[in-house]
């Protein structure tokens, strides 16, 4: 089967975001030890990186470009892409969110510890949920009804914008700085922290 570089861009995003996801979630759980200062830096860092490039990026690349080519093409995935859709919408808010639970939790104290971890918590198994939809019913449906027409536009749109975080990319310097704060201290699989 012909391999399709914005299929592809996908996957590796998720991957990327994934790890993201995973690590924030296993710091979370572990908790600010005696740098406190530095727990919720990267914390930030990591909310930040979620809202500035798959909530801007990624999804809308996939929702005005790929889930109407796949909706046109297989209309028994409506109902799919319609949740999907509707998760993007809510996306931004729900980061957002969760930016303010954390500044609740430092500038606040313990008391609103747990609201943050249990917000943080849903989101993420959401967030990976909606990543293995997409893996496991659109991007297939896409690869076995998308035509070379479809494919020329996506992997156009595709080829201009890269993910931040991807190992072979081209990397922008300020995101490179910002991929070190949160690799130097945080846990695996993103940090070495
Ligand atoms: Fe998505
Ligand atoms: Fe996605």
Redesign the pocket.
């Given at each position: 089967m012909k391999k399709h570089s914005s299929l592809q861009t996908i996957r590796d995003e998720h991957a990327s975001l994934a790890a993201m996801l995973q690590s924030m979630r296993m710091m979370i759980e572990r908790g600010p030890s005696d740098d406190r200062r530095n727990f919720f830096d990267v914390v930030r860092a990591m909310l930040f990186y979620i809202d500035e490039f798959?909530e801007r990026l990624?999804?809308p690349k996939?929702?005005n470009l790929l889930f109407p080519k796949v909706a046109r093409r297989v209309p028994a995935l409506m109902p799919v892409i319609e949740r999907?859709e509707r998760?993007?919408m809510g996306?931004e808010h729900a980061v957002r969110e969760l930016q303010h639970l954390l500044l609740a939790w430092e500038l606040l104290g313990e008391a609103r510890r747990v609201a943050f971890a249990e917000a943080t918590g849903r989101y993420v198994g959401f967030y990976l949920e909606?990543?293995q939809i997409?893996e496991q019913q659109v991007l297939p449906a896409a690869e076995r009804s998308l035509d070379a027409q479809d494919w020329a536009e996506l992997d156009a749109a595709f080829v201009t914008h890269r993910d931040p975080l991807a190992p072979d990319g081209a990397r922008d310097p300020a995101w490179d700085r910002l991929f070190t704060r949160i690799v130097l201290k945080a846990p695996a699989p993103i940090g070495v922290g």
């Open positions: 798959p990624h999804h996939e929702s999907l998760e993007h996306g909606h990543m997409e």
